[in-house]
């Protein structure tokens, strides 16, 4: 059984930075992680994916230059450091974990449960 557990998330200024953890338990070394977000009114968006390595990542164009995604695989963890956060990231930030590289949520099978992040101007 694989369990995804988000932490790290809450209420920052617009410019501020936050760092969210995924902590894994069950098989998730050798999978790809990705995060994604869902805002009120929205739909859930991709965010960033690391490779099951840690040498491979991508990123959405919106955060691309102020979000970096990193694995620590000896903790089981995934992080997402996220910087100069605008109003417009407010959202539930998800950790998912997929066998495929792929920027499509119903490719990711295991989700975490989420982290609320909140921004405000």
């Known amino acids: 059984q694989v369990q995804l557990v988000e932490s790290g998330g809450g209420l920052v200024q617009a410019g501020g930075s936050l760092r969210l953890s995924c902590a894994a338990s069950?098989?998730?070394?050798?999978?790809?992680m990705g995060w994604f977000r869902h805002a009120p009114g929205k739909e859930r968006e991709f965010v960033a994916s690391i490779s099951w390595s840690g040498s491979v990542t991508q990123y959405a164009d919106f955060v691309k230059g102020r979000f970096t995604i990193s694995r620590d695989n000896a903790k089981n963890t995934v992080y997402l450091q996220m910087s100069i956060l605008k109003p417009e990231d407010t959202a539930v930030y998800y950790c998912a974990r997929s066998l495929v590289w792929s920027r499509v949520a119903p490719e990711y099978d295991y989700w975490g449960q989420g982290t609320q992040v909140t921004v405000s101007s």
């Open positions: 069950g098989r998730t070394n050798m999978y790809n």
